[in-house]
């Protein structure tokens, strides 16, 4: 008797439906096909212990599981469920009801538990397209997929439970995971920008990343508040609207590192991976499976890296494609792999080796050796860090007598607001932020005065400034704009935007 149970499999962030083929006939043996790894192939014995464990039997008879289509390679233990239902079904200890209309996925443990799977969220959305009737899942992975509308999403902790829904002789509706969580709120969590002493002008360059996605770089002596300003910058970026927190979901999904939330992650995310990340730990990749990496996961969020010029020059370069590109590609012998990765890049470093330069006469370095520290950052990634922002020890009688300053939580809401005048503009192109536009949405959203022009053109003669680095400066003069308020750039937010580009000439 042939059995298929609908199973799927997850490239980047997209799901394909698996038919877990299960044919019980006359003969002896178990045989496993379809182009499995190891851990599918382990399989066999984790469902026949957990089989046992249940009560149930593997029946004395050949069984044949095809993993189709058998051209594509199978990775992980998800398919546990899927060839234990096909079996019970097959060999006729379970009623079959309606199992072929589930997208059904799961690790089984030795007591017939069901264990967390990555990638529930594109699974339970293409149960949704190919119009099943439902998933079953197990109960933290079917948490991830709460917020989908169009399938039944159910979370199970055994198998009995599974074999109870598929039976369709009793009220399972206990097991249905939903939604009912109240809806995050902006500028909550993380350092408050009210608790840093200073650095105004830092705080004000922070506000124009935030609210038009800019990447930002700063540099400063230790101790001036470089890195309290990066994570202060989390509690300013507003919940991500439905279609960003759909796709960064997927994203931690895919990767195993949803945890136990329930539906789809609203608030930005913040990574913050050190300097001796590995390449494949930064852009994604792996031996067995290619997962996201660190610039993935911080899809619609903050990748902030600090001791920026101390990481290798290997490492900087990496992030040239995927900041100009926003997504990252990874190749294989076999497999191409493409993971979507906007993110706001925020670096921290300090000015020299010694880490005191201009301030005063406290620095050591020589000129030689600050240009050999800074020649890690060529010219083309400046040239992607739109907002450059050189910060200064505070003086030490703001600290003696500090007072209250603006909070992230009003700063926030006027990011929000410019956020919403830029997801207005962009409604229709599919990015979010002026970060994202291109250079036929420059020419629409950019336009410039005579005044404005002619102040730009001489500013880019005087400063050697590139093609690239003239764009840039538009974006950040955009979302100035926004920010006031105002339908067009005027004078004074093209100033303030080539401001942010003077210290890539200072540090040379």
Known sequence: MLITVQGAKCVGIEAFKVRVEVNISNGIGIHLVGLADAAVKESLLRT????????????????VINLAPADIHKKGSGYDVPIALGILIGSGQVKAGDYDRYLIMGELGLDGSVRPVPGALPMSELAALEGM?????????????????????????????????????????????????????????????????????????????????????????????KSSLARAMAGILPPMSKEEALITSKIYSVAGKSGNSRGLIRRRPFRAPHISASTAALLG????????????????????????????KRLIETLRGPMEDRKVEISRLKTKVVYPASFTLVAASNPCPCGFYGEGDRCSCSPGRREAYFSKLSGPIMDRIDIQLWIHGVDPSLIVNRRATERSETIAERVVAARNIQRERFRDEGIFTNAEMNNRLIDIHCSLDR?????LEKAMERFSMSARACTRILKIARTIADLDGCDSIGLPHLSEALGYRILDRAMR
């Open 133 to 225: 009737k439902g998933c079953i899942l197990p109960y933290d992975s079917a948490l991830e997929a709460a917020d989908v509308r169009d399938a039944l999403i159910y979370g199970v902790r055994t198998l009995d439970d599974v074999v109870r829904i598929i039976g369709g002789e009793e009220d399972c509706s206990d097991m249905l995971v939903h939604n009912d969580s109240p809806a995050e709120e902006i500028g909550r969590e993380g350092l408050d920008f009210s608790e840093i002493v200073g650095q105004e002008a830092a705080k004000r360059g922070l506000e124009i990343a935030a609210a038009g996605g800019h990447n930002v770089a700063l540099i400063g002596p230790p101790g001036s508040g």
């Open 451 to 455: 005044d404005c022009r002619d102040f």
């Open 48 to 63: 026949i212990t957990a089989l046992d464990s249940l009560g149930y039997h593997v029946p004395g008879r050949k069984i």
């Open 285 to 312: 990749g792996g031996s067995d499976s290619i997962l996201p990496g660190e610039i993935s996961l911080a899809h619609n969020g903050v990748l902030f890296i600090d001791e920026f010029c101390e990481a290798p």
